[in-house]
């Protein structure tokens, strides 16, 4: 398939700059405005005066973008994966030991509060 034949990957849309310039910039559609639809992701682009270069600073720009927002979501997973891994592995007997004997401490601190009973 060519080229012209597929689908781009983004929306592109051109709209009218803002700031100083005068009727120059009321009158041109420089800035570029990319926005990826899979991850909503939106850039703008006006810093230069050609449209075209506008355009490829807001590809580069959207491609960082997108390519940051995918490397965090892998880490996150990543921690979630390591995270269920940390809790479902079986503790060391050091480690089981001192969990024992927190809960006897905590067992002996318990039965304190309890009421006196009256002796008859």
Avoid: W
Avoid at 53 to 71: D, G, S
């Amino acid at each position: 398939m060519s080229a012209a034949g597929r689908k781009p990957e983004y929306e592109e849309r051109f709209v009218r700059g803002g700031g100083p310039g005068g009727q120059k910039v009321n009158k041109t559609s420089s800035t570029v405005v990319l926005r990826d639809p899979a991850t909503g992701i939106e850039v703008r682009c006006d810093t230069e005066r050609s449209q075209s270069r506008n355009r490829a600073l807001a590809r580069a720009l959207l491609q960082k973008k997108v390519t940051e927002q995918r490397r965090q979501q892998a880490a996150r997973e990543q921690d979630a994966r390591e995270k269920e891994r940390r809790r479902r592995r079986q503790k060391s007997r050091a480690q089981k030991a001192k969990m024992v004997e927190e809960k006897r401490k905590h067992g002996a601190q318990k039965a304190l509060r309890r009421r006196v009973e009256a002796e008859r």
